[in-house]
């Protein structure tokens, strides 16, 4: 166990911004964590838990204890009725855990391939893509509960997942950290989810014949290449805002306004409205500031060219909030933690 003061973050936050951390260690293991969060150094400190680092962006220097979680390992179990339990350490790469079900011919987190981060944030933000959430194949999850140093069982329920959200984003935030995570798959019958259009429309365009978990992965993994920048090559930390859930009727009063305005009901009382084409709307997308700015190809993803500083970016997100909120009367909330 080794620990690092006055840090650089730089290569462990997908934007790329350098902060730096007054303490940085990192865990492999549950006891690892245990014997960290007893070392008087961490205790003096508030905690901080990084996975994959593609969740934050860092507007100054970090006046705590930076623990990187690398507790690694996959396990496979029986259940019943043709499914199987998959628990994964909470450091293992989300998207290594994705082909390693594919591999395994295990079916139902195929339509989150790519997503970045680690198997521990997952859960923290209920993550979604292309019809699917995590909620939809979530078991349940350890965590070790910070106070106590013991470990926690959550099952789907005491998660509390919503858009984007659970209790580990509300009531249990900075209480826990999740140490492992169990998704329960299936092991034969599987049911594809084509529902999103462009899924559909890839497949069409590679011409498979066939349904696989394997040429849906590809499928997203396709999509979202096109659309969204790699991080190690242009800093980002993917979409940036949520999609804002709005009422009905003024739903209905801006597709007046904005015919082509795009919307998907989620209950009889709200709808969805991509946040990127707003965004797009208020004449953002491609815009370039100095060292920072939003993607040509996508207007969710706010990037840093290389340089920029995490104030300026975190400026240019709320620039595009107040825009968005001038012209539609629509408020974005942003997906990514600002630190």
């Known amino acids: 166990m080794e620990l690092h ?8 936050n997908t934007f790329g911004i350098d902060a730096k951390a007054a303490v940085l260690a990192q865990f492999t293991s549950v006891e690892e964590l245990r014997e960290l969060l007893q070392h008087p150094e961490v205790k003096l400190l508030p905690l901080l838990i990084l996975g994959g680092g593609s969740n934050v962006l860092f507007t100054q220097d970090v006046e705590a204890a930076v623990l990187l979680n690398r507790i690694k390992g996959i ?17 293992e790469t989300w998207h290594d855990l994705v082909l390693f079900t594919i591999e395994q011919n295990l079916g139902g987190i195929e339509n989150l391939s790519l997503i970045p981060g680690t198997v521990g944030a997952a ?4 993550i979604g893509a292309y019809g699917v959430e995590l909620k939809d194949t979530f078991h349940s999850l350890e965590a070790l509960e910070i106070a106590t140093g013991n470990l926690v069982t959550f099952n789907r329920e005491q998660c509390g997942f919503g ?15 999740v140490t492992s995570v ?16 462009a899924i559909k429309d890839t497949l069409a365009e590679q011409q498979v014949k066939e349904l696989s978990l394997k040429s849906i992965s590809e499928a997203v993994c396709h999509i979202r290449r096109s659309k969204l920048p790699d991080p190690s090559k242009i800093g980002n930390a993917g979409s940036f805002f949520k999609n804002p859930e709005i009422p009905v009727h003024q739903f209905e009063q801006l597709k007046q306004q904005y015919p082509a305005m795009p919307g ?18 208020c004449g953002w997308k491609g815009k370039v500031l100095g060292q920072h700015g939003v993607h040509k190809d996508q207007a969710l993803v706010l990037v840093n060219y290389g340089g920029a500083t995490g104030n300026e970016v975190k400026e240019l ?10 012209k539609f009367g629509i408020a974005l909330t942003p997906e990514v933690n600002i630190i």
């Open 75 to 91: 396990d496979i179990a029986p259940a019943t009725d043709g499914h199987v339990f998959v628990r994964a350490g909470s450091g």
């Open 163 to 177: 858009y984007r959200e659970s209790v580990f984003k509300r009531e249990a935030k900075g209480k826990y950290i």
């Open 264 to 281: 998907y009901p989620v209950s009889e009382q709200a709808v969805k409205v991509p946040a990127g084409w707003l965004i797009e709307q």
């Open 123 to 126: 859960p923290l933000q209920n």
């Open 182 to 197: 169990t998704l329960q798959l299936t092991k034969e019958l599987h049911q594809y989810n084509t529902s999103y259009g």
């Open 317 to 326: 997100a709320f620039e595009v909030i107040r825009s968005v909120q001038e």
């Open 5 to 12: 003061k006055n840090a650089s973050l730089k290569a462990y």
